[in-house]
C-alpha cells in the first residue's frame, strides 16, 4: 500500500533542510527525501563564508549536517532515497521513490537543485577543490590579487569575471565561440573592464600544477589553419558554462523555462499546480545561494502549510 504524507520534501540542499525545519514546527509531520547527493551542491564545496550567522566560516558539510540535525530535532522524517517519477495530475500527488515505493502527498515541495555543467576533463576532477569552482561567489575571495580564469560566453560567465574582476589581478574569459552570447549589456561592461582579457575561439585542453591549478592548456582556432596551443598560467578556473536543474521527472505537469528552470509565481514558490512548490536552485536561474535558497524553502513550508489549513487537511 502506499505511504500518505501531508508533506513531502524532495532534496536535502539548503532549501529542501530549511523547508523541512518550518514544516516540522508548523506539525506537518514532513517526510524528506534527500536524493542523490545528500546535503547538495554545499557538500562538495569546501569553506562557505557567506552564509548569514557563521562569522568565522563553515566547511559546506558541516553545515549540512548542521541543517539536517535541526530539522531532525522538530522530528522531520529524513530517509534516504531519490524520487524517480511524479505523478502530479491530481491530489494527493504520487511521486515514486528509487523506482519502487509510491508516496502520496498532499503537498509537494520540490528542492532538487541544480548542477553545474562541466566541460568533463579528467582535470576539473583533479583540481577539485584545489582550484577548479562552478561558483565565483562562493570561492572568489580566495583568488585576491591572483589571475583567474572563467569558462563560457553567457551571462553567468560575464556576471562572474565582473565579480572576479574586483578581487582577483587578471580575468581571462575563455569563450570557444567568435562571438559572445551574453547580454549587450553585459557584454559592453567585460569589454570596458581593463582586467578581464576575453580570449575568443579558445578551447581548454587540460589544467597544469603540483597539487593546485597553476596553468590552464587552451587550443586557440581549432581546427583552422592556424590552429594554436597556448599556455596561461592562472591560480583559479571557473566553469560558467550553465546549470541544469533537476527538474526532468516534473516536465510533464509543471512549466519550466527552456533550460529546465521551473517557473513559480514571481517572488513566491508558488508552481502552477496547487498544493506543489518549488525552492532553492531547481527555480532559480537568477541567485543560486545558499542563504536564497533556504529562503524560498521557508517560504516554501508556509505555503504548505496555508494550503493544507485551507483544505482542512
Ligand atoms: P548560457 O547557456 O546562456 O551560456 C553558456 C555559455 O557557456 C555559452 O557561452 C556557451 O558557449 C558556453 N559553453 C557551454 N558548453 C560549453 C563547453 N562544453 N565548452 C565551452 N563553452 C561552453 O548559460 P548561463 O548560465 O550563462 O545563463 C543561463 C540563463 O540565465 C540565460 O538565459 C541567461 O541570460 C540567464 N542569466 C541571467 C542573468 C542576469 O540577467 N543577470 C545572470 C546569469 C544568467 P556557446 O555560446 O558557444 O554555446
Known amino acids: 500500500m502506499n505511504e500518505k504524507v501531508r508533506c513531502l520534501i524532495i532534496g536535502s540542499g539548503p532549501a529542501g533542510y530549511t523547508a523541512a525545519i518550518y514544516a516540522s514546527r508548523a506539525n506537518l509531520s514532513p517526510v524528506l527525501y534527500e536524493g542523490m547527493q545528500p546535503g ?14 557563521y562569522p568565522s566560516g563553515v566547511t559546506g558539510p558541516e553545515m549540512m549536517e548542521d541543517l ?54 579528467p582535470d576539473e576532477k583533479k583540481y577539485s577543490g584545489s582550484g577548479v569552482s562552478a561558483c565565483a561567489t562562493c570561492d572568489g575571495f580566495f583568488y585576491r590579487n591572483r589571475k583567474v580564469a572563467v569558462v563560457g560566453g553567457g551571462d553567468t560567465a560575464a556576471e562572474e569575471a565582473l565579480y572576479l574582476s574586483n578581487i582577483a589581478e587578471k580575468v581571462y574569459m575563455i569563450i570557444r565561440k567568435d562571438y559572445m552570447r551574453a547580454s549587450k549589456i553585459m557584454q559592453e561592461r567585460v569589454f570596458a573592464n581593463p582586467k578581464i582579457e576575453i580570449l575568443f575561439e579558445h578551447e581548454t585542453e587540460g589544467l597544469t600544477g603540483d597539487k593546485v591549478v597553476q596553468g590552464v592548456n587552451l587550443v586557440k582556432r581549432r581546427g583552422k589553419p592556424d590552429e594554436e596551443k597556448v599556455h596561461y598560467e592562472i591560480d583559479g578556473f571557473f566553469l560558467a ?46 541567485y543560486r545561494q545558499a542563504v536564497t535558497a533556504a529562503a524560498t524553502g521557508c517560504m516554501a513550508a508556509i505555503e504548505a502549510e496555508r494550503y493544507l489549513t485551507e483544505k482542512g487537511l
Not at 547538495?40 to 550567522?53: A, R, S
Not at 539536517?68 to 524520487?83: C, L, P, S, Y
Not at 504520487?94 to 562541466?118: F, L, P, Q, R
Open 241 to 286: 558554462i550553465g546549470h541544469k536543474p533537476n527538474s526532468d521527472i516534473f516536465k510533464d505537469y509543471l512549466e519550466t523555462d527552456d533550460v529546465g528552470y521551473i517557473k513559480v509565481v514571481p517572488g513566491t514558490p508558488r508552481t502552477s499546480i496547487p498544493g506543489v512548490f518549488a525552492s532553492g536552485d531547481v527555480a532559480d536561474p537568477l
Open 68 to 121: 539536517k540535525k535541526q530539522a531532525e530535532r522538530f522530528g522531520a522524517d529524513i530517509r534516504f532515497g531519490m524520487a524517480t517519477a511524479a505523478d502530479l495530475s491530481a491530489a494527493p500527488y504520487k511521486i515514486t521513490i528509487d523506482n519502487e515505493k509510491v508516496i502520496e502527498a498532499e503537498t509537494v515541495i520540490i528542492a532538487t537543485g541544480a548542477d553545474a555543467k562541466y566541460l568533463g576533463l
Open 40 to 53: 547538495g551542491q554545499l557538500t562538495t564545496t569546501t569553506e562557505v563564508e557567506n552564509f548569514p550567522g
